[in-house]
């Protein structure tokens, strides 16, 4: 967090400093530090070793949906700095931890760097260069259960703007998804107020056998932010013979 001081007095110094958001955008941190002090979400991610209240928004999503099921081959898209990624790595390696099976795989991607995590494989990348796609496919060496996506750039501060850079994010994430995704697969992704629109969702409404947007609790209620959860992908005959050829004989996770 970048952190400014302006001003002479001590007083008028602690009141002027700014910190910078999670999104980039400049705000009060006295707005910050009592949004932080009051926020159960922000002293429960502490007391649990996550390293971010982010992590029980995937929770809950998952706690409802219940994809990221043992065994489960997961793509994190805008991964840092690892909070879904601690979520999922617990619940794919559930059976793994007990019985010593065979375990799930978290591949998380992000612009920043992210701190390692036992289970999880992290790479540095923009999501939107030309090529990602391909260098995810690479290090994943196969299909993938689940691709979720928490992706959303630096607020411009103009909702008419963040909102269509996030449905560009959301639509390159879905993109990605419908090449990767066995059948019966799911599809989470971040969009804000409106949600998933147009072609979009036309598009996912034809690729999964439910589409729905959901806001869990932990997601603040004064932010436009929710989710797209698209469940049951129907497969994609050319990306179906592709996932054969890499994994014979694999349908779904265990
Ligand atoms: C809200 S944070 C993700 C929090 C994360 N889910 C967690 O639980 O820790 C959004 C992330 O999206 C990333 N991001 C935004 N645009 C991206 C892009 N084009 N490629 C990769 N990551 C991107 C940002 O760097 C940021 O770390």
Known sequence: MADERRGSGRGQRDLKVRVKSARGRRISSVRW????????????????????????????????????????????LGAAPGGWAQVAVKRVNALGEKKGKAVGRVLGIDLQ????????????????????????KDWLDGPADVVMSDMAAASSGHKRTDHLRIIALCEAAAALARDILVP???????????????????????????????????????????????????GRKDAAEDIQEDAPGRTSAP
Do not use: C, M, W
Request: charged share 30%.
């Open 113 to 136: 760097e992210i701190e390692a995590l036992a289970g999880a494989e992290f790479h540095v990348l923009d999501f939107l260069d030309e090529g990602a796609e391909a260098r995810i």
């Open 33 to 76: 530090l009592e949004r932080q002090l009051n926020d159960p979400y922000v002293q429960r991610a502490k007391r649990e070793g996550f390293r971010g209240r982010a992590a029980y928004k995937i929770q809950e999503i998952d706690d409802k949906a219940r994809f990221l099921v043992p065994g489960a081959r997961v793509v994190d």
């Open 184 to 234: 019966g697969g799911t599809f989470v992704a971040k969009v804000l107020a409106g949600g998933a629109e147009g072609e979009l969702l036309q598009q996912l409404k034809r690729d999964y056998a439910s589409v729905k947007h959901v806001k869990p609790p932990a997601s603040r209620s004064d932010s436009s932010e929710k989710f797209v959860l698209a469940t049951g992908f129907r």
